[in-house]
């Protein structure tokens, strides 16, 4: 069991550029997020998808996009990548969105100059 | 709007020493409460989640608790150890909401 494994590990962009961040969970987890850490800010929801064929906005979702291929798969991109998206950006997966452990993959850093 | 507290923002302790974590949130409508451990540079562990209907939750050397009315969570850790130094962090689920809101966690670090 890989877990929640995510790519890229580490990304610099520059300002305007586009990526997407993968995400893959082999746990038959139904619900999946995504979340940014930023120093002395804690963790923010971006989006999340409840369920396979879902998703749906979280506190700080402008200047994302989510696509819930499929049920193990859950990738965030930036359209148009700007300095204040210079983060860590988490990945997490749990059974049902309610009542259940959320495990963690290991996170993207991610630079914009 | 939930919030959640946690103090200290950071905590040194020799090796050997019981030592407990607070985490206090402002809605006390809540799901469950989820406490997370955060290495430099990694993702979070989960430690103990512990549903709104529980007391508290222990696992090994830790112990949470949680007491919804008058929204706090403790996490205990016995016998600390200088494996045992990272961030904590604690999460709670909001009833009637899929988010989690984050603490912006204690930095512990045991000294050998």
């Known amino acids: 069991n890989a877990g929640v494994t995510q790519t890229p590990k580490f990304q610099v962009l520059k300002t305007g550029q586009s990526m997407t961040l993968q995400c893959a969970q082999d746990?038959?987890?139904?619900?999946m997020y995504w979340y940014r850490q930023d120093p002395g800010m804690g963790l923010r929801l971006i989006y999340y998808?409840?369920?396979?064929?879902?998703?749906d906005k979280g506190e700080v979702p402008n200047g994302y996009n989510v696509s819930r291929l499929n049920k193990r798969e859950f990738s965030l991109r930036l359209e148009s990548a700007a300095p204040s998206q210079t983060s860590v950006y988490f990945c997490?997966?749990?059974?049902?969105?309610?009542?259940?452990?959320?495990?963690f993959g290991p996170g993207t850093r991610l630079l914009v100059l | 709007k939930q919030e959640v507290t946690q103090i200290p923002a950071a905590l040194s302790v020799p090796e050997g020493e019981n030592l407990v974590l607070n985490c206090s949130f402002t809605?006390?409508?809540?799901?469950?409460l989820q406490w997370f451990r955060q290495d430099p540079g990694k993702g979070l562990t989960s430690l103990l989640l512990?549903?709104?209907?529980?007391r508290e939750q222990t696992s090994g050397r830790l112990n949470a608790s949680l007491d919804k009315s008058s929204g706090r969570s403790t996490l205990y850790i016995a016998a600390s150890q200088p494996g045992d130094s990272a961030t904590y962090l604690c999460?709670?689920?909001?009833?009637?909401?899929?988010?989690?809101?984050f603490g912006t966690g204690t930095r512990l670090k045991v000294l050998a």
């Open positions: 998808s409840a369920s396979e064929g879902t998703t």
């Open positions: 809605d006390s409508a809540i799901y469950n």
């Open positions: 512990i549903q709104s209907s529980q």
């Open positions: 746990m038959n987890h139904n619900s």
């Open positions: 997490a997966s749990n059974l049902q969105w309610r009542g259940e452990t959320q495990y």
């Open positions: 999460a709670v689920h909001t009833s009637g909401t899929y988010k989690y809101i």
